[in-house]
């Protein structure tokens, strides 16, 4: 006789708990009081997530070294990179604005790259990372602080307005960070913590990282 009980889950809109159910590849699981999505069978999630925030991360330096665009006027030009433009920012008296940008699209993004790839890396080395359940609650927090997509559409609305009045070259970090938008999202969307507790339960007995 199974005594095991069974595995509970809370609805992260309704709150209601309701017994988990296996689920093919692909599929999900819904509320049955509110039809929130509780849960998916992702294939592959942790190598996927892991692709995909490697590859964020790589074309996030990048748009934070590289100039973003520059200028050209009577001949002459200059660039303007992210550090540049906050920079500006705090010289001209938007202290605010600067401190904004520079904790939503280069602070939390990097702590979260940096995050998801030290325990996605652990785990897929069959190692559990250290302190890996703060790693889980840092990511939860920060994730909907990252605004990269807003800091694009802005790049994007001011490019616009300049292009009327100067003649305006597109930087590697422009391209650098449109691509980095729709990773930055894949990396969201595959990225699932029950996956992550569930892949950390069938390793019982492996190596702690340091």
């Known amino acids: 006789m199974d005594n095991q009980s069974p595995q509970l889950i809370a609805c992260h809109d309704c709150d ?21 999505i509780l849960y998916r069978n992702a294939t592959d ?22 100039p973003i665009f520059a200028i050209e006027v009577q001949g002459g030009g200059s660039e303007i990179n992210l550090s540049g433009a906050v920079r ?15 904790l939503t699209t280069i602070l939390i993004p990097a702590l979260e790259l940096v995050t998801m790839s030290y325990l996605l890396l652990a785990l897929k080395l069959r190692r559990i990372p250290a302190g890996y359940p703060i790693l889980l609650r ?3 927090i920060v994730g909907p ?4 997509e807003v800091f694009m559409l802005g790049i994007l609305v001011s490019l616009v307005k300049l292009t009327s009045s100067f003649k305006v070259i597109p930087g590697v970090a422009l391209w650098s960070f449109g691509v980095l938008t729709f990773l930055y ?12 507790w569930a892949h950390l339960g069938k390793k019982p007995g492996v190596e702690t990282a340091a």
């Open 16 to 36: 209601l708990l309701q017994q988990e159910i296996p689920l093919k590849p692909g599929c999900s699981a819904s509320c049955s009081r509110c039809g929130a």
């Open 45 to 66: 999630s942790i190598n996927r997530t892991l692709a995909y925030t490697l590859a964020a991360s790589v074309l996030f330096v990048i748009a934070n070294i590289f």
């Open 88 to 102: 500006y920012l705090w010289n001209q008296q938007m202290k605010s604005v600067s401190l904004l940008v520079v």
């Open 138 to 140: 840092m990511i939860n």
């Open 145 to 148: 602080w990252g605004m990269i």
């Open 185 to 196: 999202a894949a990396t969201s969307a595959s990225f699932s913590a029950r996956d992550v």
